[in-house]
């Protein structure tokens, strides 16, 4: 199976929360990331944690990550349209090549 | 600004054809990275550099080749054995060791065979 996986949409309301999660596999990941894509560009760096974190927050931005059930969320607090884009989170391995892993990515719909 | 350009933006392409997309960085990244990108498959990654005139295979390197003769630039050719070309291809680089290995993105070329 995959490494990282997502679900490929999430559909919310302006000014509701959205939370995006994912789900790793292997449990000596190091670092854990979300990326932005939004349409026909490259991806930008949203935020990362350390395996050794269960939380940061960055403004409207909050990430969670649980060890023990190898997942981790991100939470956009009060969603605006410009919130709309594809979010992919990523995993680096401790021992490996360093190299980041990506999910799918989740597609998020952000309507009035 | 310091950053990572690739050209062209949008590329088509008879089958049979090889093409070369460009990357440049003005980072001073070592690193520098290929990733494919599918509709809904996310990123596969094709080749990466850690170091000039050294490159590594990806995940889906066969019909591709890269050269790393220069720092700043990596170029990636899409030769006629790959079968299946048409795609969204995104350049990175980074700084190999950094503290998290924070990617840097380029905007991207697309691809369309026809």
């Known amino acids: 199976g995959e490494d990282v996986e997502q679900s490929l949409f999430l559909s919310v309301r302006e000014g509701d929360s959205s939370v995006i999660n994912c789900t790793y596999t292997d449990s000596s990941s190091t670092y854990l990331y979300w990326y932005k894509q939004e349409p026909g560009a490259g991806l930008q760096l949203l935020t990362y944690?350390?395996?050794?974190?269960d939380m940061k927050q960055d403004q409207r931005l909050t990430v969670l990550l649980n060890k023990k059930d190898k997942h981790l969320s991100l939470r956009i607090a009060d969603t605006q349209t410009g919130d709309s884009a594809i979010y992919f989170c990523a995993e680096i391995l401790s021992g490996g090549s360093y190299i980041p892993t990506f999910g799918r990515g989740t597609s998020l719909i952000v309507h009035p | 600004d310091g950053g990572i350009t690739q050209s062209p933006k949008y590329l088509f392409r008879k089958e049979g054809q090889n093409v070369t997309l460009s990357c440049e960085q003005n980072l001073n990244h070592d690193a520098m990275y290929w990733y494919r990108q599918d509709p809904g498959q996310g990123l596969r990654l094709i080749y990466y550099?850690?170091?000039?005139?050294?490159?590594q295979k990806g995940d889906i390197a066969e019909g591709y080749s890269v050269s790393r003769e220069k720092k700043e630039s990596f170029p990636l050719t899409v030769t006629s054995a790959q079968k299946n070309p048409t795609a969204f291809y995104l350049c990175?680089?980074?700084?190999?060791?950094?503290?998290?290995?924070?990617?840097?993105f380029g905007a991207g070329s697309r691809l369309t065979v026809l």
């Open positions: 550099s850690q170091i000039v005139n050294d490159f």
């Open positions: 990175a680089s980074s700084i190999p060791g950094a503290w998290a290995n924070v990617l840097t």
């Open positions: 944690i350390f395996s050794n974190m």
